[in-house]
């Protein structure tokens, strides 16, 4: 990649000569990478170009923007494996995991939009109205580093299927494989301005991106501190808010469900990326008899979990992203044998053989008390709480007992008794059984989760203004 000591704006590579953000790779702790640390000057141009840039695509015809996106398709399909191999560096997913997650679910949800587009029904008639969905304006999007493509097209992909102009601020952790998309982008027919790509920091070029009045709607997922930042900033402006935030989300073992299969289930979960996922199912809830079983089988599936290097096809569980989310997990786990909970497997060390690169033990408490920092917190690594619960409606109010609300899952040999007890937890999606992710379902949380939905057609209609005309 030649362009990542620039930024991308107005359809061009401009170059930056001013500080730089260093990008580590995970799995060594080398610098494998340097970008722009931009100033407010440089948002301000690429907002500039996606304002000039509305008035245009605005009035694109369908056709245009299919016609872009399977440009952008065939693009991400093109550079699948130095997509995946980038990621992998940066992030540290294995490999294999890499290629078909933070590789291959770009390319599938670009798919999924480019189905629905043609159907969409961009006017509908309701009496002697017709009411007409108009793209929203200038959107800002910002991202987190742990699915880093992925979340940047969940925004940008149905952001410019509405008719929306774009500025994306991509993290600073992983912000290559953005460079790649732009990259893309600038060999297909988009005109210029309707993407732009600034590099740098949340509080300077990330700050100007929230407040600019010319952005009419923030799309951002990360952290809930950044997402409370960005509500307060858009309620001056009254700008529209998409808020994809954290988790701490609710694996509920019922007394009747094969438990083998819950807790493996649970713990695949758990540690996917790391358990850098914000749906990530963290607590698993256990009827208070099996809590010692299911210690059991969870420490032995993360035995299975061996950290390793993430670029070798047989690893399963990689190095955490950077430094600080490392030293972040390590304290947690600390935390966790200072409040008292059980430590069943895992712990603060370091890995065997892994003195290299930010490397955390898959690790497993017990007896997790409801209430302690350990349960309520979101930790983002790979740490597991296995909590003990009395009756059913025990495990529904302390699987509903955090300020999140993203993910959860329900297990039990009973389909529709799974199924009620789905239907009470207050979160924005519930796995039954082990039921498969959808890329067509929506996406999004409940309370300090998120405000807004990702995905298929909620996805699209989030960058969409409603007009009415009365005929
Ligand atoms: P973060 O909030 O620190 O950073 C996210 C982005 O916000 C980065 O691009 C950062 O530069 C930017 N940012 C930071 N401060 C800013 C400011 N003052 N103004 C504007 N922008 C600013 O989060 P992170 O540590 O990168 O990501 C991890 C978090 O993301 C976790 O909490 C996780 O649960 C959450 N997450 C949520 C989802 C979801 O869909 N719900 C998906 C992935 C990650």
């Known amino acids: 990649m030649n362009n990542l000591s620039k930024n991308y704006i107005n359809g061009e590579w401009v170059s930056w000569s001013g500080p730089t953000l260093d990008v580590h790779e995970a799995g060594t702790g080398d610098v494998i990478a340097k970008v722009p640390a931009s100033g407010r000057d440089e948002m301000e141009q690429a907002i500039a170009a996606a304002d000039a840039a509305f008035a245009d695509w605005s009035e694109s015809s369908l056709d245009q923007r299919i016609k872009v996106l399977e440009q952008l398709h065939a693009g991400l399909k093109e550079r699948a494996g130095e997509i995946a191999e980038t990621v992998c560096r940066e992030v540290g997913m294995p490999i294999k995991l890499a290629t078909g997650i933070q590789a291959g679910l770009p390319a599938t949800i670009t798919k999924t939009y480019l189905r629905m587009l043609p159907d969409f029904p961009f006017s509908e008639q309701c009496g002697n109205s017709e009411v007409q969905y108009a793209p929203v304006g200038v959107v800002g999007c910002i991202t987190p580093w742990n699915y880093p493509l992925h979340q940047v097209i969940l925004k940008i992909v149905p952001a410019i299927a509405a008719g929306c102009t774009v500025v994306l601020k991509p993290a600073e952790i992983a912000p290559q494989s953005a460079y790649i998309l732009a990259e893309i982008l600038d060999g297909t027919d988009l005109p210029k301005g309707v993407f732009n790509l600034v590099s740098g920091e949340g ?12 952005v009419r709607m923030v799309s951002f997922t990360g952290s809930t501190r950044t997402g409370g930042l960005i509500a307060h ?34 713990v695949n979960n758990c540690l996917l990326n790391s358990g850098q996922t914000c749906t990530a199912l963290t607590r698993m809830l256990v009827p208070a008899d099996l809590h010692d079983e299911a210690c059991e089988l969870a420490a032995a599936a993360v035995a299975r979990m061996t950290p390793g290097n993430p670029l070798e096809e047989t690893t399963r ?59 309520q917190e979101e930790i983002f690594g790979p740490v597991l709480c296995v909590i003990p619960y009395q009756d059913e409606a025990d495990a529904i109010r302390i699987a509903n007992g955090t300020q999140y609300g993203l993910s959860g899952a329900v297990w039990s040999a009973d389909a529709d008794r799974a199924k009620k007890v789905a239907g009470k937890l207050r979160t924005g999606q519930v796995f039954v059984n082990g039921g498969d992710f959808n890329p067509l379902a929506p996406f999004g949380g409940f309370g300090h989760s998120g405000i807004g939905r990702e995905f298929g057609k909620w996805g699209l209609e989030e960058f969409l203004e409603v007009r009415s005309l009365q005929l």
């Open 203 to 214: 509080q300077t070029v990330g700050d100007t991106l929230i407040k600019h009045p010319a």
């Open 233 to 266: 900033a858009a309620a001056d402006d009254f700008k529209r808010i998409a808020l994809e935030m954290g988790g701490k989300s609710a694996s509920v073992i019922l007394p009747d469900a094969n438990l083998a299969a819950a807790v493996k289930g649970t």
């Open 317 to 375: 569980l990689g190095p955490l992203a950077s430094a600080q989310q490392r030293d972040k997990v390590i304290d947690y786990i600390k935390l966790g044998i200072e409040e008292g909970h059980t430590l069943v497997a895992g712990g603060p060390e370091a890995p065997e053989g892994c003195d290299k690169g930010y490397f955390v033990k898959a690790t497993v408490f017990g007896n997790v008390k409801p209430g302690s920092r350990l349960e």
